[in-house]
């Protein structure tokens, strides 16, 4: 009886209320169900161990980004059917959105702060894209955002992008494609002007610091569509304002707006 047991336990899943280390468990007593790639894999990780996101705890097979526990306690908005949630109320009076919200919240010194900080200057890409999908599967379920047409990453300077590698809002708009395929719709935004870092600013200065720093090449393609700008964190709004007035020459333009965090 007990060696039917075993024999029916699944490589990288959990078996039972417990949460142990079930693919080493497998190994060591069922090892013929684990597969040459696998033992490589982990045998590498050894050396260079996966890391939590939220934790930096060591991660399990079936963790993807986060471990159980911060997937668990990630501090979620749940604004996104709130007309007068606080994403829109820093826009009111400013610029038209037709919705606007976060998928979290951020604190300074918390887990949304760390992940994103591994985004931005780690290159921890695959954290970017698990966000996005994340993303996706709210904007997937949420009725305000249903007639979405397509996305807008805020952009980079392209001095900027090509320092860190990458574009988060970019990598995060990636990770809503994956749940979400909306199409690409005529040219990206661009960022012209490469703007000093915005975190130690005020609300005015930082509209000052961006108010042209945005430019569209193609405004005709998004004539009548409905576009969701993206962007990793909102704070004061005076980026997203930069780059909703950067849009305001298409014709019949729907703009919403869906961020990873507020702060």
């Given at each position: 009886?007990r060696?039917?047991?075993?024999?029916?336990l699944?490589?990288g899943?959990l078996k039972?209320?417990c949460r142990i280390?079930?693919?080493l468990f497998?190994?060591?007593?069922?090892?013929?169900?684990a597969?040459?790639?696998?033992?490589?894999s982990d045998f590498?990780?050894?050396?260079?161990?996966?890391?939590c996101?939220g934790?930096?705890?060591?991660?399990l097979?079936f963790e993807e980004?986060l471990?159980?526990g911060?997937?668990?306690e990630?501090?979620?908005?749940?604004?996104h059917?709130d007309p007068?949630?606080?994403v829109?109320?820093?826009?009111w009076?400013?610029?038209?959105?037709?919705?606007?919200?976060a998928l979290?919240?951020?604190?300074r010194?918390g887990?949304v702060?760390h992940m994103l900080?591994?985004?931005k200057?780690?290159?921890?890409?695959e954290t970017?894209?698990f966000?996005?999908?994340?993303?996706?599967?709210?904007?997937k379920?949420s009725?305000?955002?249903a007639?979405?047409d397509t996305?807008?990453a805020?952009?980079?300077?392209h001095?900027k992008?090509?320092?860190r590698?990458?574009n988060?809002?970019?990598l995060?708009?990636?990770?809503?494609?994956?749940?979400?395929?909306?199409?690409s719709?005529?040219?990206?935004?661009m960022r012209?002007?490469r703007t000093?870092t915005q975190t130690?600013?005020?609300?005015?200065?930082?509209w000052?610091?961006?108010?042209?720093?945005?430019?569209l090449?193609d405004?005709?393609?998004l004539?009548?569509?409905?576009?969701?700008?993206?962007?990793?964190?909102v704070?004061?709004?005076?980026?997203?304002?930069?780059?909703?007035h950067?849009l305001?020459a298409v014709?019949d333009?729907?703009?919403?707006?869906?961020?990873?965090?507020?702060?």
């Amino acid at each position: 009886m007990r060696s039917e047991w075993i024999s029916r336990l699944n490589y990288g899943t959990l078996k039972g209320p417990c949460r142990i280390n079930v693919p080493l468990f497998n190994k060591v007593l069922n090892p013929r169900t684990a597969t040459a790639t696998r033992w490589i894999s982990d045998f590498a990780a050894l050396f260079v161990p996966r890391r939590c996101a939220g934790c930096d705890t060591t991660l399990l097979r079936f963790e993807e980004c986060l471990c159980l526990g911060c997937e668990e306690e990630l501090p979620r908005t749940r604004f996104h059917e709130d007309p007068a949630n606080r994403v829109e109320q820093l826009f009111w009076g400013k610029v038209q959105l037709e919705a606007a919200s976060a998928l979290l919240h951020f604190a300074r010194t918390g887990m949304v702060q760390h992940m994103l900080h591994r985004v931005k200057y780690q290159q921890d890409s695959e954290t970017g894209l698990f966000l996005g999908k994340l993303m996706g599967e709210e904007l997937k379920a949420s009725p305000r955002f249903a007639t979405v047409d397509t996305l807008l990453a805020v952009p980079l300077h392209h001095k900027k992008e090509r320092v860190r590698g990458y574009n988060q809002a970019q990598l995060l708009v990636d990770g809503i494609r994956e749940v979400w395929p909306l199409p690409s719709v005529g040219k990206e935004l661009m960022r012209v002007v490469r703007t000093p870092t915005q975190t130690k600013r005020g609300r005015l200065d930082r509209w000052l610091n961006v108010k042209e720093a945005f430019h569209l090449p193609d405004p005709e393609a998004l004539r009548g569509k409905h576009v969701l700008i993206v962007d990793d964190v909102v704070t004061t709004g005076a980026t997203i304002e930069g780059c909703v007035h950067a849009l305001r020459a298409v014709p019949d333009l729907r703009v919403s707006l869906f961020t990873a965090a507020c702060a």
